[in-house]
């Protein structure tokens, strides 16, 4: 049996011979660092395979910064309308607001904003049933609608910080105060080796401006993502050079470069520093080449992108993610997080004008991610390609300011599409003014377990030595929505 | 089925190790005071320079392995150069060893390094990692974290180390130094290490972090562990974790000005201070702040496994000028300086006013106003100095009778009411001047909005007389002199700052006597941890490998007794890190080659190399990789200290990456990708090897650069391509070609020489700085082998 803390019985240089000198790139690098810890203790780093059969080859990380409003998005409540403008102790809800029902929001700063806000505000826009499964879902995301058969929706998140650190705890599970701890993406990075050696494993689109801007942090910086543009004269930091230098002076000192590591192995012989740098440069110039390419759109059919929404100014930017993310799942990259509205607070967090706020940030994204499951799902991709839809906190039921919503901690929305999970089913709900997650409750570390489940991963055999996790850290899968 | 068994059986191990008895833990071994451990005996005495090497050998000898022999003399050079001042030999010094008639270059490169002033700005990025060193960082410009003015406790880092202060008194400094040197502003500079953890929200955090820094940085404890619950491994329990808070619960921070600047903003000296005398400290219930026990006050406290016990907390008086920093000589003389200068400067517009004639673009009601208010503007400026003159003789007179201890107030007082209050006339005066000639020169539009704004200044001007001309009352006061700012906390509002925190004439002496206890030779953990540091970044690896945990979680010492050794020659030595450092960089030990060639038996015997039979190569620290790039090029630009160069900046920057604006938030992308310090945590740094890494040296411009001026740098050297590759490789790598190396080389070079030639060089010069760029992106040059 393996135990919680798999150790290290085998010399090092065993290991690393079992493991083969001969693959390249990241995983090795990120093998080698973590080598590092492994000659101080007696434990092995993971080797690159999943723990048991997985359902999930990648997953394309979707996170809207600021707040979406659940209320109107995926969870309407019609009570708002009936009750808009009653505080809510005038409604039958009045015990939301119980303070023990409260004590789970934990303040990192006392603010104008995160507050409770007590007079009901009706829902901005309407919503309608779509698919087979009736999925209610307001009217700012039709093209997402159209997909509600593809979805397992999550009615019943909470989480804990009131302030948008709440966004890092959305991808590490772990409240701003208690320090910085590795993302979910991290994770997955250090639990499974390269399913491709030409581009990184793990991959950052989008503004991200949240508390923290690292992912892997214990696990090393080998563990960061590794940030993409969608500019094919530039995707990469530092990946075209910063001084005119041609191709073919490159080529020879590459070539030469080469040489004079290999002799130096007369000398040095048997480092697998020397031998981790060299595949370092390797991938390094691979993915010159084949990041580029990832974004180049050429000779993707009009059809495609124009499904996308390419061609329309509104939404074009995350569009051009969302399909360099689904050419990156084609090479076979682990994982993909692609933040939307990133910078200050984030776009979503509507204090005022929610109405005219999430109409437009719903219009940048409800086509290019409903084409996403379209795209993925024709091509065949949606079963092994789990896609999240999240935000770091649903907003108050009641209204602040009288034009917008306040965070709200208690309850909110997340969505998961293929990967092996159900389709088309709703899970967990909010009582009926959207306040509380009532039944099947999830903190944000259940999205995580599910998440790791499906790509055949047991959180509890990544975890390093020295750094001790909770049980919250953890989570369990939502088993209910996994097929 | 063997290596399942197994692995149960560790695990078993673990668990077992994890349950011992409190009197257990209190023998473990790293809280037991070090003893001089005697030499064990050796048989390859000769091999053997100083104690490090008889302990080292001792441990070949037992496991029956082989020291490598000593690295070549190019290699030595330049691990020496990097080691201690971060920068290789250039060309000179390579050709001057290489020219060395016998072996006593060694010890003359390393006298001359240590007493460079390099060594000070290399070494003061080590302890800036441990000690958790960060520029402000916050929201857009609002501070949140650490202070704006921090890189002068940078500074005093660089210049203790150069000046080689021993290392418990700035460990004392750092704590205390606002108790022990309440009036020196160059000592006290040592409290930024505090000032760095300011934090403008919450206080639970910044001092939680206090505790758990001050105590893994200094101690190696993990007091952390013991927030929420006792620690589940050390005798430490959950009160522990309390005491040692209450130990900062009265400090705050504050900037003090300096010399010749009277802005705060502009520079100051961000430094601790004891402002919350009375504040009580509670454990909180399962570590949630939002449930303090307040059945029971934390007193300010160590463990109590730890001996020697702390001692006595002594409240200390402070100075006057420390707490009435206004009393500080140079507070008024820049401030009467200042106030001198803008007389001069609204002196010299007035007579440049004078001189404009009146014209067609100023006609003359204009030109009459535009006069009026440089007129009014000296009359300012001059009613301000005297205000400030009478101010100053107010507190002087106050001062002396707070001196001589007489309670009635002095008749200064009023005379600075009153001047102050003239101050305030004559400033709107000059406000309704100015509103006048801007009703003169408004559009027609606009013309109504400025008359309201001249009639609200004349209003204000009336309330001012009208003050002025009433009698000063009793008790009524004047604006005080600032020497010191408080830096506002907002720990109960986030829109607003909390109420001030006024600065005590008398401090707690907590965080002395806790500097003492730290500090004090008897202590088991600080001089083993501190030694462990210089270890690992002479050496590549820690004797103790949780460099930030000496506890019974931490793994045990490869050699305990060297551990040892080294910590009781610290203190003994005075604490004395030169000497350390000298005695680290002449041994044998240090001196091996990292290669694996001969070391096949000893690779059977100790694989990781545990037993130190050979070097462990060391990937270069990030900074090192950037200056040594710019050192190469010759431009390097020497200046040390000062603000920190902003991000914007950094491009074209050729100052030491030390001085680059380093926050949680900002952190320069070539650094970062060569794992620079996180300024959160960082006792030991990653080294990574990615393919970032990789990017970053083949197409940023910082190596681009480097590689035309390195290349040409060279050739006024030497002139035969042969030549040209063998200075590039003993300076960029530091070993000598062999003729394979050499075949290569030429060949690319002869290969680039056919190509068309980089803009505005020749076909042989842009052949050499391919060379070097291909050099610069070799394993070695980040490598220290």
Same mark, same amino acid.
């Given at each position: 049996?393996?135990?919680?803390?798999?150790?290290?019985?085998?010399?090092?240089?065993?290991?690393?011979?079992?493991?083969?000198?001969?693959?390249?790139?990241?995983?090795?690098?990120?093998?080698?660092?973590?080598?590092?810890?492994?000659?101080?203790?007696?434990?092995?780093?993971?080797?690159?395979?999943?723990?048991?059969?997985?359902?999930?080859?990648?997953?394309?990380?979707?996170? &809207?910064?600021?707040?979406?409003?659940?209320?109107?998005?995926?969870?309407?409540?019609?009570?708002?309308?009936?009750?808009?403008?009653?505080?809510?102790?005038?409604?039958?809800?009045?015990?939301?607001?119980?303070?023990?029902?409260?004590?789970?929001?934990?303040?990192?700063?006392?603010?104008?904003?995160?507050?409770?806000?007590?007079?009901?505000?009706?829902?901005?826009?309407?919503?309608?049933?779509?698919?087979?499964?009736?999925?209610?879902?307001?009217?700012?995301?039709?093209?997402?609608?159209?997909?509600?058969?593809?979805?397992?929706?999550?009615?019943?998140?909470?989480?804990?910080?009131?302030?948008?650190?709440?966004?890092?705890?959305?991808?590490?599970?772990?409240?701003?105060?208690?320090?910085?701890?590795?993302?979910?993406?991290?994770?997955?990075?250090?639990?499974?080796?390269?399913?491709?050696?030409?581009?990184?494993?793990?991959?950052?689109?989008?503004?991200?401006?949240?508390?923290?801007?690292?992912?892997?942090?214990?696990?090393?910086?080998?563990?960061?993502?590794?940030?993409?543009?969608?500019?094919?004269?530039?995707?990469?930091?530092?990946?075209?050079?910063?001084?005119?230098?041609?191709?073919?002076?490159?080529?020879?000192?590459?070539?030469? &470069?080469?040489?004079?590591?290999?002799?130096?192995?007369?000398?040095?012989?048997?480092?697998?520093?020397?031998?981790?740098?060299?595949?370092?440069?390797?991938?390094?110039?691979?993915?010159?080449?084949?990041?580029?390419?990832?974004?180049?759109?050429?000779?993707?059919?009009?059809?495609?992108?124009?499904?996308?929404?390419?061609?329309?100014?509104?939404?074009?930017?995350?569009?051009?993610?969302?399909?360099?993310?689904?050419?990156?799942?084609?090479?076979?990259?682990?994982?993909?997080?692609?933040?939307?509205?990133?910078?200050?607070?984030?776009?979503?967090?509507?204090?005022?004008?929610?109405?005219?706020?999430?109409?437009?940030?719903?219009?940048?994204?409800?086509?290019?991610?409903?084409?996403?499951?379209?795209?993925?799902?024709?091509?065949?991709?949606?079963?092994?390609?789990?896609?999240?839809?999240?935000?770091?906190?649903?907003?108050?039921?009641?209204?602040?300011?009288?034009?917008?919503?306040?965070?709200?901690?208690?309850?909110?929305?997340?969505?998961?599409?293929?990967?092996?999970?159900?389709?088309?089913?709703?899970?967990?709900?909010?009582?009926?003014?959207?306040?509380?997650?009532?039944?099947?409750?999830?903190?944000?570390?259940?999205?995580?377990?599910?998440?790791?489940?499906?790509?055949?991963?047991?959180?509890?055999?990544?975890?390093?030595?020295?750094?001790?996790?909770?049980?919250?850290?953890?989570?369990?899968?939502?088993?209910?929505?996994?097929? | 089925?063997?290596?399942?068994?197994?692995?149960?059986?560790?695990?078993?191990?673990?668990?077992?190790?994890?349950?011992?008895?409190?009197?257990?833990?209190?023998?473990?071994?790293?809280?037991?005071?070090?003893?001089?451990?005697?030499?064990?005996?050796?048989?390859?005495?000769?091999?053997?320079?100083?104690?490090?090497?008889?302990?080292?050998?001792?441990?070949?000898?037992?496991?029956?392995?082989?020291?490598?022999?000593?690295?070549?003399?190019?290699?030595?050079?330049?691990?020496?150069?990097?080691?201690?001042?971060?920068?290789?030999?250039?060309?000179?010094?390579?050709?001057?060893?290489?020219?060395?008639?016998?072996?006593?270059?060694?010890?003359?490169?390393?006298?001359?390094?240590?007493?460079?002033?390099?060594?000070?700005?290399?070494?003061?990025?080590?302890? &800036?990692?441990?000690?958790?060193?960060?520029?402000?960082?916050?929201?857009?410009?609002?501070?949140?974290?650490?202070?704006?003015?921090?890189?002068?406790?940078?500074?005093?880092?660089?210049? %203790?180390?150069?000046?080689?202060?021993?290392?418990?008194?700035?460990?004392?400094?750092?704590?205390?130094?606002?108790?022990?040197?309440?009036?020196?502003?160059?000592?006290?500079?040592?409290?930024?290490?505090?000032?760095?953890?300011?934090?403008?929200?919450?206080?639970?955090?910044?001092?939680?972090?206090?505790?758990?820094?001050?105590?893994?940085?200094?101690?190696?404890?993990?007091?952390?562990?013991?927030?929420?619950?006792?620690?589940?491994?050390?005798?430490?329990?959950?009160?522990?974790?309390?005491?040692?808070?209450?130990?900062?619960?009265?400090?705050?921070?504050?900037?003090?000005?300096?010399?010749?600047?009277?802005?705060?903003?502009?520079?100051?000296?961000?430094?601790?201070?004891?402002?919350?005398?009375?504040?009580?400290?509670?454990?909180?219930?399962?570590?949630?702040?939002?449930?303090?026990?307040?059945?029971?006050?934390?007193?300010?406290?160590?463990?109590?496994?730890?001996?020697?016990? &702390?001692?006595?907390?002594?409240?200390?008086?402070?100075?006057?000028?420390?707490?009435?920093?206004?009393?500080?000589?140079?507070?008024?003389?820049?401030?009467?300086?200042?106030?001198?200068?803008?007389?001069?400067?609204?002196?010299?517009?007035?007579?440049?006013?004078?001189?404009?004639?009146?014209?067609?673009?100023?006609?003359?009601?204009?030109?009459?106003?535009?006069?009026?208010?440089?007129?009014?503007?000296?009359?300012?400026?001059?009613?301000?100095?005297?205000?400030?003159?009478?101010?100053?003789?107010?507190?002087?007179?106050?001062?002396?009778?707070?001196?001589?201890?007489?309670?009635?107030?002095?008749?200064?007082?009023?005379?600075?009411?009153?001047?102050?209050?003239?101050?305030?006339?004559?400033?709107?005066?000059?406000?309704?001047?100015?509103?006048?000639?801007?009703?003169?020169?408004?559009?027609?539009?606009?013309?109504?909005?400025?008359?309201?704004?001249?009639?609200?200044?004349?209003?204000?001007?009336?309330?001012?007389?009208?003050?002025?001309?009433?009698?000063?009352?009793?008790?009524?006061?004047?604006?005080?002199?600032?020497?010191?700012?408080?830096?506002?906390?907002?720990?109960?509002?986030?829109?607003?700052?909390?109420?001030?925190?006024?600065?005590?004439?008398?401090?707690?002496?907590?965080?002395?006597?806790?500097?003492?206890?730290?500090?004090?030779?008897?202590?088991?953990?600080?001089?083993?941890?501190?030694?462990?540091?210089?270890?690992?970044?002479?050496?590549?690896?820690?004797?103790?490998?949780?460099?930030?945990?000496?506890?019974?979680?931490?793994?045990?010492?490869?050699?305990?007794?060297?551990?040892?050794?080294?910590?009781?020659?610290?203190?003994?030595?005075?604490?004395?890190?030169?000497?350390?450092?000298?005695?680290?960089?002449?041994?044998?030990?240090?001196?091996?080659?990292?290669?694996?060639?001969?070391?096949?038996?000893?690779?059977?015997?100790?694989?990781?190399?545990?037993?130190?039979?050979?070097?462990?190569?060391?990937?270069?620290?990030?900074?090192?990789?950037?200056?040594?790039?710019?050192?190469?090029?010759?431009?390097?630009?020497?200046?040390?200290?000062?603000?920190?160069?902003?991000?914007?900046?950094?491009?074209?920057?050729?100052?030491?990456?030390?001085?680059?604006?380093?926050?949680?938030?900002?952190?320069?992308?070539?650094?970062?990708?060569?794992?620079?310090?996180?300024?959160?945590?960082?006792?030991?740094?990653?080294?990574?090897?990615?393919?970032?890494?990789?990017?970053?040296?083949?197409?940023?411009?910082?190596?681009?650069?480097?590689?035309?001026?390195?290349?040409?740098?060279? %050739?006024?050297?030497?002139?035969?391509?042969?030549?040209?590759?063998?200075?590039?490789?003993?300076?960029?790598?530091?070993?000598?070609?062999?003729?394979?190396?050499?075949?290569?080389?030429?060949?690319?070079?002869?290969?680039?020489?056919?190509?068309?030639?980089?803009?505005?060089?020749?076909?042989?010069?842009?052949?050499?700085?391919?060379?070097?760029?291909?050099?610069?992106?070799?394993?070695?040059?980040?490598?220290?082998?």
């Amino acid at each position: 049996m393996q135990t919680a803390h798999p150790f290290r019985t085998l010399p090092r240089r065993a290991f690393l011979a079992d493991m083969g000198l001969g693959f390249t790139g990241l995983a090795l690098g990120a093998m080698l660092q973590r080598e590092g810890r492994a000659e101080e203790t007696l434990w092995v780093p993971p080797d690159g395979q999943p723990h048991f059969a997985p359902k999930a080859k990648s997953v394309i990380w979707l996170f &809207m910064n600021g707040g979406v409003s659940h209320l109107e998005s995926f969870d309407p409540k019609p009570m708002l309308n009936k009750y808009a403008g009653k505080t809510i102790a005038e409604t039958p809800y009045a015990s939301t607001q119980s303070p023990d029902k409260l004590a789970l929001a934990r303040v990192t700063v006392p603010d104008a904003n995160g507050n409770q806000r007590n007079e009901l505000y009706p829902l901005q826009v309407g919503y309608k049933p779509y698919g087979q499964s009736g999925m209610e879902i307001s009217d700012w995301f039709p093209r997402i609608a159209r997909n509600a058969d593809r979805i397992a929706l999550v009615r019943s998140m909470y989480t804990t910080d009131s302030n948008h650190g709440a966004q890092t705890q959305f991808h590490s599970g772990r409240h701003n105060l208690d320090g910085d701890f590795p993302n979910l993406g991290a994770w997955v990075h250090y639990g499974l080796g390269s399913l491709n050696e030409n581009l990184p494993q793990f991959i950052s689109m989008g503004t991200r401006e949240y508390w923290n801007k690292r992912d892997g942090h214990y696990l090393g910086p080998a563990h960061d993502a590794v940030p993409l543009r969608i500019d094919p004269a530039n995707p990469l930091d530092f990946g075209i050079s910063e001084r005119p230098f041609s191709q073919q002076s490159k080529e020879i000192g590459i070539s030469l &470069m080469r040489r004079l590591n290999d002799l130096r192995g007369v000398e040095y012989p048997q480092e697998p520093a020397m031998a981790a740098r060299i595949a370092s440069y390797e991938l390094a110039f691979r993915m010159q080449t084949s990041v580029p390419d990832i974004v180049d759109f050429s000779k993707e059919a009009e059809e495609t992108k124009s499904l996308y929404g390419l061609d329309q100014p509104h939404c074009r930017e995350f569009a051009g993610q969302l399909l360099a993310a689904r050419r990156l799942v084609e090479r076979g990259v682990r994982f993909i997080q692609i933040q939307h509205g990133g910078g200050g607070a984030g776009a979503w967090d509507a204090h005022g004008g929610l109405k005219e706020n999430h109409a437009t940030q719903a219009l940048a994204v409800d086509q290019p991610v409903g084409a996403l499951l379209e795209d993925l799902d024709r091509r065949g991709m949606l079963d092994e390609t789990l896609v999240v839809f999240a935000t770091e906190f649903g907003r108050t039921p009641g209204s602040q300011g009288g034009t917008g919503r306040d965070h709200h901690v208690f309850g909110f929305s997340v969505w998961m599409a293929g990967g092996g999970l159900k389709r088309g089913v709703v899970h967990g709900t909010t009582d009926e003014i959207g306040f509380h997650a009532v039944d099947n409750r999830h903190y944000v570390t259940d999205i995580h377990a599910t998440i790791l489940k499906q790509m055949g991963l047991d959180s509890r055999r990544l975890e390093i030595p020295g750094r001790k996790r909770l049980e919250i850290d953890h989570g369990v899968p939502i088993t209910e929505i996994i097929a | 089925m063997n290596r399942r068994l197994q692995r149960c059986t560790s695990w078993l191990v673990w668990v077992a190790m994890c349950l011992p008895t409190l009197a257990q833990a209190e023998e473990h071994w790293a809280f037991q005071a070090p003893s001089r451990p005697s030499l064990p005996p050796i048989a390859r005495a000769a091999w053997a320079r100083n104690p490090i090497d008889t302990f080292i050998s001792s441990h070949h000898e037992r496991q029956g392995l082989q020291p490598q022999p000593e690295a070549k003399r190019l290699l030595l050079l330049r691990r020496l150069y990097l080691d201690l001042i971060g920068v290789p030999p250039g060309p000179d010094e390579v050709a001057r060893v290489e020219a060395a008639p016998d072996e006593s270059w060694y010890e003359g490169v390393v006298q001359q390094l240590l007493a460079d002033p390099r060594h000070g700005e290399r070494w003061a990025r080590h302890w &800036m990692d441990v000690w958790r060193y960060s520029d402000w960082w916050g929201l857009g410009d609002q501070l949140r974290n650490s202070q704006k003015h921090i890189w002068h406790w940078r500074d005093w880092i660089v210049e %203790s180390l150069n000046a080689n202060l021993p290392y418990d008194e700035m460990v004392r400094l750092m704590l205390a130094a606002d108790e022990s040197h309440p009036d020196d502003l160059d000592k006290l500079r040592a409290t930024g290490f505090l000032a760095r953890n300011w934090y403008l929200f919450n206080r639970h955090q910044w001092l939680e972090e206090t505790v758990e820094h001050v105590s893994k940085g200094f101690l190696g404890l993990t007091m952390n562990c013991a927030k929420c619950h006792d620690h589940k491994f050390d005798p430490v329990s959950q009160m522990d974790f309390y005491r040692m808070r209450a130990v900062f619960e009265p400090y705050q921070v504050r900037n003090d000005m300096l010399p010749g600047v009277t802005d705060i903003d502009v520079d100051s000296i961000p430094r601790a201070f004891d402002g919350w005398l009375d504040k009580p400290t509670y454990r909180f219930v399962r570590g949630e702040e939002t449930k303090p026990d307040q059945s029971v006050v934390a007193q300010p406290g160590i463990p109590d496994f730890l001996t020697p016990p &702390m001692p006595t907390v002594e409240p200390i008086m402070l100075t006057a000028s420390a707490w009435q920093p206004a009393r500080r000589p140079w507070v008024q003389e820049s401030m009467m300086e200042a106030a001198r200068q803008k007389v001069q400067k609204a002196s010299l517009e007035l007579a440049a006013t004078h001189e404009k004639p009146a014209g067609v673009e100023s006609p003359m009601p204009e030109a009459q106003a535009a006069l009026k208010v440089a007129e009014s503007l000296v009359t300012l400026a001059q009613t301000e100095l005297e205000s400030l003159q009478k101010r100053i003789s107010a507190s002087r007179a106050q001062w002396d009778r707070e001196d001589r201890k007489q309670a009635t107030p002095c008749d200064e007082i009023a005379v600075a009411v009153q001047a102050e209050r003239r101050a305030s006339v004559a400033k709107s005066t000059h406000q309704v001047a100015e509103a006048e000639l801007r009703v003169l020169r408004a559009e027609p539009g606009k013309k109504d909005e400025m008359e309201k704004q001249l009639a609200a200044a004349r209003e204000s001007l009336t309330k001012a007389v009208a003050v002025s001309e009433s009698e000063v009352k009793a008790g009524e006061i004047f604006t005080r002199i600032e020497g010191a700012r408080w830096a506002a906390t907002r720990f109960d509002d986030s829109t607003k700052d909390d109420a001030p925190v006024a600065f005590p004439a008398e401090s707690s002496g907590r965080r002395t006597a806790l500097a003492a206890w730290i500090t004090d030779p008897r202590n088991p953990l600080t001089a083993r941890v501190a030694v462990n540091q210089i270890w690992m970044h002479h050496l590549g690896t820690p004797l103790v490998a949780t460099v930030f945990d000496f506890g019974r979680k931490g793994t045990p010492p490869t050699h305990p007794e060297l551990l040892d050794w080294l910590a009781t020659e610290l203190i003994t030595s005075g604490w004395n890190m030169k000497h350390l450092h000298e005695l680290i960089v002449t041994s044998t030990t240090y001196r091996m080659s990292s290669t694996m060639v001969g070391g096949e038996a000893n690779a059977v015997k100790d694989p990781d190399n545990l037993r130190w039979w050979r070097r462990n190569p060391i990937r270069l620290d990030a900074e090192v990789v950037r200056d040594s790039a710019l050192a190469l090029t010759g431009e390097l630009d020497a200046t040390r200290g000062g603000p920190p160069i902003a991000a914007a900046a950094q491009a074209e920057s050729k100052r030491r990456s030390l001085y680059f604006f380093h926050s949680n938030n900002d952190r320069n992308l070539f650094l970062t990708s060569f794992d620079t310090a996180m300024v959160k945590e960082c006792y030991r740094r990653e080294q990574s090897i990615v393919p970032q890494q990789a990017l970053a040296l083949t197409n940023g411009r910082l190596v681009l650069d480097a590689s035309w001026k390195i290349a040409d740098r060279f %050739s006024t050297e030497v002139s035969a391509d042969a030549d040209f590759i063998n200075l590039a490789f003993s300076v960029l790598l530091g070993f000598k070609p062999g003729d394979a190396e050499m075949k290569a080389s030429l060949e690319a070079l002869g290969a680039w020489s056919a190509l068309p030639p980089d803009e505005g060089r020749d076909a042989a010069s842009t052949a050499r700085s391919h060379l070097i760029w291909s050099l610069l992106n070799h394993n070695d040059f980040v490598t220290l082998r």
